[in-house]
């Protein structure tokens, strides 16, 4: 049986209300303060404490069973069953979009127009590698939402890339105070949120960590407001995914090839 500590982050009164008995609650009354939302409690936590060796760690929001499926006793079961050796878990919503895109920057862009450009500013002021463009990956190397569980090793090597993003921010008064849409024109929130929350999948792309992913997202519906044709394509999404997965064990392109094909046959429209 694993060992695990999970997180579930909370606001205020009503958010905290709102938590999973099963989790740990994580005061983070400071987050429209400051801009980073659940970023900022996860960083704090990581600073301040030893994490342990073969111990699962995850820091959860308060929308995170109204955007998987998953409550705490599903999550707990899951770490309980994966092979000891997995260093990274995933449970990440939008799997329909995760399977469509070739990667998380490709489709942050369409939703946060000028974020690939921001995110490689950040990573070239950092001497980390760019190229966001060409990155491919699959259901388990992406996150959306901080929504993953993880052990001491990965943790640690994204506290670094993140202490050096909350510096670039500093450093960048621009960067720090930019705002972008959110889900439509008239919501805005400040771009980094959105930088940050793909670390883990930067990390993934160009780690080398053992993952597992729940599939239970996948029971949640199509996007429509993109899909248009909704749970029509479910087939196309999963074979979508399936040719970039194989395309990253393989590095051959004929599966790359395979997963545009597949995807020209999903019909998409822009959000806005």
Known sequence: MSSAKIFQIFYDDKSRSKLDAGFIGLDNGSALA??????????????????????????LSPKFK?????????????????????EVAIFSPGWDQLAYFLNPWEQG????????????QFLKATRRDAGLESIVTDATTSVFSNYFAAKKRFWLAWLEIAKDLKQFVTDNADFNSQ?????????????????????????????????????R?????????????????????????????????????????????????????HPY
Request: glycine share 4%; aromatic share 16%; net charge negative.
């Open 179 to 215: 705002l972008i849409s959110y889900g439509g024109h008239e919501n805005l929130a400040p771009m980094k949120t959105f930088v940050q929350e793909r670390l883990a999948s930067y990390l993934l792309a160009k780690g080398n960590y053992i993952t597992v992913a729940s599939t």
């Open 109 to 120: 862009e369409i939703w946060h127009p000028s974020l690939v450009q921001v995110t490689e």
């Open 34 to 59: 400051d801009g980073w939302y659940e970023f900022s409690p996860i960083v704090n936590y990581l600073e301040t404490n030893k994490l342990e060796d073969d111990v699962w760690y995850g820091f």
């Open 217 to 269: 997202s996948h029971d949640q519906p199509v996007m429509r407001r993109i899909f248009p044709q909704g749970d029509t394509d479910k087939k196309l999404f999963h074979l979508c995914d399936h040719y970039k997965r194989l395309y990253r064990k393989t590095n051959n392109s004929a599966y790359l090839d395979s997963f545009y094909l597949a995807r020209q046959q999903i019909a998409f429209q």
């Open 66 to 86: 109204s955007k998987t499926g998953c409550d705490s006793e599903y999550v707990y079961h899951f770490l309980d069953r994966v092979p000891r050796s997995a």
